[in-house]
C-alpha cells in the first residue's frame, strides 16, 4: 500500500518534471527512471536521496565523524527531487529540502554577523556548455528569503547578449557565490561576442562566450566591481586556452567557450582569485587595473615553476587559504582546488584529486603539500568539484558530476564516502553546522487502524526539536496533552489511542523540552486507513 502510493507519486512528479522542464538539466532528469534509492514521508512530499556511506574502518574515534551537514544540490537522472538540501550522513536523515529547481553552489555563511544560506537558482545549460542564467538567493534561519541578488540584462557596461534570441531576467552564471566579509558577493557571468578566432582556427568573423565576474552589494543589488576576461585579451590571448573549437566560434549560438570561468574570490582588499577551467589557470586579479598580477598554470606552471605533481588541470572552487588576510608582505601562501583533470573531452588518464599547493611568491615556485584521493576508489570527475578545509583539519572533496564525497583526515587518509546517486550530480558539496529554525508550523499527517491513530510528524528545517509532544480532544480549541515520544529522524511516527470523534495536534519540543510551534489540527473523523 505504502510501496505503491510512493510509486504513483513519483510517477506523477516525472510527468510534472516533463512538463515543467524548460532547462536542459532537468529535462534530462526526466527522461530516465529514477535509479537510485530515494526516500518518502507521510508528511511531506519530498524525496531525498538515501545515502550510501562508505567508511575506512582504519579510521575510528573523533575521526571517524565530523560534524556538520551535507549541503548538495543533487541534479540529474537519479534526483528524485532536483534543488538545495542539508542532509545528514548519519542515517541519511533529511534535514532540510528547499523549493525544487535547478541550483548550484548551495552553501551556509555569514552575512552581518547572522548565519544565512544562499544558493544560486535559474536555467542552466549543461556540459560541455555548462553556463547558466539566474539570481542567487539568500535565506535567513528561518529559510525566509531576506535578499536576491541578479544582473539585469541592460546593465552600465553594456547589455548581456546569449546568442540563443532568448532573453533571460538576471544573467548571474551558475558557477559562483562567494559572499566576502563586506557585505558583497562575487559572481561569474558569460556574454556573447563578436571575436576574430583565426589566431585557434576558427573564423576571423567568429563568436565566443567571454567570461565575465562581478562584485555586487547584497542588499542594494549594486554591480562595484566588474571584470571581464576578453576586454584582457592582450594578457590573457584566447590562443592559450587548453580548450580547442571543437566546432564552435561559427554561431552566437555556438559560441567558443574558450575561458569558462569557475571560481571567484576576495582576496585581502584588492585582488581576486580567478579560476579558469579551459585556460587550466588560476590567475590574481589586480582590481586596480585588472591586470594580471600574477597566473599558476597547471600544465607549464605560468609565472610559476611547478614542483612534482604540482599539476593540475580543469581545476574547480580554487581558493586561497586565509586569503582575507594575504598583503603584498605575504610571500608563502596556500592554495587549494579540486584538480578535475578531467574534462568533457579528456577523460580517464589522470584521475581526479583534492590538491593542496604551496605557492612561494617570491621564488615563484608551486609545490604539492596535500593530493587527496582513495586509491580503492579511482574517480574520473569531468565536470563541477569543490574543495572544502573543515576546522577539524579534515578536507571534504565533493566530486561534482560523480556524486560522491569523500572526507580525508590531517594526514591526507582517506576516512569515508558519500554517495547520494549514481547517475547525479552536486556542482559544490560541503559539510557545516547549521542552526535552522523555521517560521513555519510543523507538518501532521495521520491514518486511522480502527481503534488506534497513527501521527506522523515532521518540520522541513527544523534542527533543534527533540522531542514531539501530542495533544487530542473532543474540540479543536481545548486539546489535552497525551504523551511525548522522542524525535527520530527527519519524521517521526507515534500512534495513540483513537478517539472516536475529535481532534489531533502535534508541537515540536526543544532540548529541556523547550516548547516550540504547533501542527495545524486534524480531525480524526474520516482519517484514511493505515
Ligand atoms: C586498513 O589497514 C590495513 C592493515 O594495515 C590495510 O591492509 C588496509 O588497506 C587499510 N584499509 C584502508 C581502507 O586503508
Ligand atoms: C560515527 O557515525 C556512525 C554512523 O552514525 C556510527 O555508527 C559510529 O559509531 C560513529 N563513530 C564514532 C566514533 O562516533
Ligand atoms: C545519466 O543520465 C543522463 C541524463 O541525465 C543520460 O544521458 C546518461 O545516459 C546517464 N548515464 C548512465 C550511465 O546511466
Ligand atoms: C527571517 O526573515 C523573516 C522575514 O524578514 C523574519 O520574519 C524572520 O524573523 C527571520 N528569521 C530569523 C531567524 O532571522
Ligand atoms: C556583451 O558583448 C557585447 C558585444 O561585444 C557588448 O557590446 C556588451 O557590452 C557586452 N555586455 C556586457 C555586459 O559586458
Ligand atoms: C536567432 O535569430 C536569427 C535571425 O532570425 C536566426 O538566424 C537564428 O537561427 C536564431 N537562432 C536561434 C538559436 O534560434
Ligand atoms: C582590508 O580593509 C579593512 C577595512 O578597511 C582593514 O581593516 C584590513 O586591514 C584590510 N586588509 C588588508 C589585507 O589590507
Ligand atoms: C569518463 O567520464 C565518465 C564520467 O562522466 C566516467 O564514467 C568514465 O568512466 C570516464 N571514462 C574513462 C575512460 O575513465
Ligand atoms: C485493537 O483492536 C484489535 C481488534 O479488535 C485488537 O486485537 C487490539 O488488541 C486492539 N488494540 C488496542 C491497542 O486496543
Known amino acids: 500500500m505504502a510501496q505503491s502510493s510512493s510509486t504513483r507519486r513519483s510517477w506523477l512528479r516525472f ?3 516533463g512538463l515543467a522542464a524548460i532547462d536542459c538539466v532537468s529535462a534530462a532528469s526526466a527522461k530516465s527512471p529514477k535509479k537510485w534509492p530515494y526516500q518518502t514521508f507521510r508528511s511531506v512530499d519530498y524525496h531525498p536521496p538515501e545515502l550510501k556511506v562508505t567508511r575506512n574502518a582504519n579510521v575510528t574515534g573523533l575521526d571517524a565523524n565530523s560534524t556538520g551537514y551535507l549541503f548538495i544540490t543533487p541534479t540529474g537522472a537519479d534526483a528524485a527531487d532536483q534543488g538545495p538540501i542539508i542532509i545528514s550522513d548519519h542515517d541519511s536523515e533529511l534535514i532540510w529540502q528547499g523549493p525544487t529547481g535547478t541550483s548550484f553552489g548551495f552553501q551556509a555563511h555569514t552575512l552581518e554577523g547572522r548565519p544565512v544560506i544562499s544558493y544560486w537558482t535559474g536555467t542552466a545549460f549543461q556540459d560541455p556548455r555548462g553556463f547558466g542564467y539566474g539570481v542567487i538567493k539568500v535565506l535567513n534561519q528561518s529559510y525566509e528569503q531576506i535578499h536576491e541578488v541578479s544582473l539585469p540584462r541592460v546593465t552600465e557596461d553594456g547589455a548581456f547578449y546569449s546568442g540563443d534570441n532568448m532573453t533571460y531576467s538576471s544573467y548571474i552564471d551558475i558557477h559562483e557565490n562567494f559572499f566576502t566579509d563586506r557585505g558583497t558577493v562575487l559572481v561569474t557571468a558569460t556574454n556573447v561576442t ?22 555586487i552589494d547584497i542588499k542594494t543589488n549594486k554591480v562595484v566591481y566588474r571584470w ?28 567558443y567557450n574558450y575561458f569558462h570561468m569557475n571560481a571567484v574570490s576576495l582576496v585581502g582588499n584588492d585582488s581576486y582569485l580567478v579560476s579558469s577551467r579551459y585556460y587550466c589557470t588560476i590567475f590574481l ?41 594575504i598583503g603584498q608582505g605575504s610571500e608563502r601562501i596556500r592554495l587549494h582546488m579540486h584538480d578535475n583533470a578531467n574534462s568533457y573531452y579528456q577523460n580517464g588518464t589522470t584521475p581526479t584529486s583534492g590538491l593542496l ?24 570527475a569531468i565536470s563541477q568539484g569543490s574543495y572544502q578545509p573543515l576546522r577539524n583539519g579534515h578536507v ?24 547520494f546517486a549514481a547517475n547525479s550530480s552536486s556542482y559544490r558539496g560541503f559539510r557545516q553546522e547549521w542552526v535552522g529554525k523555521p517560521n513555519t ?27 514531539w509532544a501530542i495533544y487530542s480532544g473532543e474540540h479543536q480549541k481545548e486539546l489535552q496533552y497525551v504523551k511525548s515520544v522522542q524525535k527520530t529522524g527527519f519524521e517521526t511516527s507515534a500512534t495513540v489511542t483513537a478517539p472516536a470523534s475529535g481532534f489531533v495536534q502535534v508541537e515540536a519540543r526543544g532540548r529541556q523540552g523547550r516548547r516550540g510551534k504547533r501542527s495545524a489540527t486534524l480531525s480524526v473523523l474520516g482519517l484514511p486507513s493505515c
Not at 614542483?307 to 586569503?323: E, K
Not at 605557492?359 to 574517480?379: S, Y
Not at 566530486?399 to 594526514?411: A, W, Y
Open 228 to 255: 571581464s576576461s576578453f576586454e584582457h585579451r592582450d594578457e590573457i590571448p584566447i590562443d592559450q586556452s587548453v580548450e580547442t573549437l571543437h566546432g564552435e566560434g561559427s554561431q552566437p549560438d555556438d559560441a
Open 194 to 215: 563578436k571575436a576574430d578566432l583565426t589566431s585557434v582556427g576558427g573564423p576571423q568573423e567568429g563568436w565566443l562566450r567571454d567570461s565575465l565576474f562581478y562584485e
Open 15 to 17: 510527468l510534472t518534471l
Open 285 to 325: 586579479i589586480n582590481a586596480k587595473d585588472g591586470s594580471v598580477i600574477w597566473r599558476l598554470q597547471g600544465k607549464n606552471g605560468g609565472d610559476f615553476k611547478l614542483g612534482p605533481d604540482a599539476g593540475f588541470c580543469y581545476q574547480h572552487n580554487a581558493r586561497l587559504v586565509n586569503a582575507r588576510f
Open 357 to 380: 599547493l604551496e605557492l612561494n611568491l617570491k621564488t615563484k615556485e608551486a609545490n604539492t603539500i596535500k593530493r587527496l584521493r582513495n586509491p580503492n576508489d579511482l574517480i574520473y
Open 441 to 467: 508550523a510543523p507538518s501532521l499527517a495521520a491514518c486511522s487502524t480502527g481503534n488506534s491513530t497513527n501521527l506522523y510528524m515532521s518540520w522541513n528545517g527544523a534542527t533543534e526539536t527533540a522531542s
Open 396 to 419: 571534504v572533496v565533493d566530486h561534482g558530476e560523480v556524486p560522491k564525497i569523500e572526507e580525508f583526515d590531517p594526514s591526507g587518509r582517506w576516512v569515508k564516502t558519500v554517495q
